[in-house]
T-cell receptor, first 114, second 115 residues
Framework: DVKVTQSSRYLVKRTGEKVFLECVQDMDHENMFWYRQDPGLGLRLIYFSYDVKMKEKGDIPEGYSVSREKKERFSLILESASTNQTSMYLC?????????????FGEGSRLTVL | GDSVTQMEGPVTLSEEAFLTINCTYTATGYPSLFWYVQYPGEGLQLLLKATKADDKGSNKGFEATYRKETTSFHLEKGSVQVSDSAVYFCALSTISSGSARQLTFGSGTQLTVLP
């Protein structure tokens, strides 16, 4: 079975802390994505990566950075967490473009910034 | 840019009722269309998809038809169950940098089915 694993289901951090959210997929997918999910706003794309060491900004990249040193791992970094980054973060992966674009999601990481 | 407009919720139905969740889209070219479902406490999972006009996607009793003329992809089910209670997201895929296809999502519709 396809599997996307997010390292932490729930995190509580303080304003100004550095936060790492880790995501690993075991499907040898080229593409990986980070979304945030907020009530009434659906899912908004933060960053995505279509290859190792490659990254592209999504719709809301401000306040975030990413790292993809290995094909299977895609990390989201909050350099200095703020309360407006309290949200559910979803990682996803997909095959390269020849497919329909179907995404496979992890279970999510719920981050609370106090 | 590309966008998805989804029927606002929440929607509350009785068991065995008919369900329709409306979804319309704006896109250049010919995107693939998807419905994803998120059960409580879980990530999103693909419910069904359609990759070209007039295609019908179906799964678990749910159906949606890709209507290019009305730019719609409405989700339907003839008889809902309590276990269908979840958040439903309509989405379309577009080509991005490096030929990565990314998904643009609607805002989600919360469905609650009462016994």
């Amino acid at each position: 079975d396809v599997k996307v694993t997010q390292s932490s289901r729930y995190l509580v951090k303080r304003t100004g802390e550095k936060v790492f959210l880790e995501c690993v997929q075991d499907m040898d997918h080229e593409n990986m994505f980070w979304y945030r999910q907020d009530p009434g706003l659906g899912l908004r794309l933060i960053y995505f990566s279509y290859d190792v060491k490659m990254k592209e900004k999504g719709d809301i990249p401000e306040g975030y950075s990413v790292s993809r040193e290995k094909k299977e791992r895609f990390s989201l970094i909050l350099e200095s967490a703020s309360t407006n980054q309290t949200s559910m973060y979803l990682c996803a992966s997909s095959l390269r473009a020849r497919g329909s674009g179907e995404l496979f999601f992890g279970e999510g990481s719920r981050l609370t910034v106090l | 840019g590309d966008s998805v407009t989804q029927m606002e919720g929440p929607v509350t139905l009785s068991e065995e009722a008919f369900l329709t969740i409306n979804c319309t889209y704006t896109a250049t070219g010919y995107p693939s269309l998807f419905w994803y479902v998120q059960y409580p406490g879980e990530g999103l999972q693909l419910l069904l998809k359609a990759t070209k006009a007039d295609d019908k996607g179906s799964n678990k009793g749910f159906e949606a038809t890709y209507r290019k003329e009305t730019t719609s992809f409405h989700l339907e089910k003839g008889s809902v169950q309590v276990s269908d209670s979840a958040v439903y997201f309509c989405a379309l895929s577009t080509i991005s940098s490096g030929s990565a296809r990314q998904l643009t999502f609607g805002s989600g519709t919360q469905l609650t089915v009462l016994p």
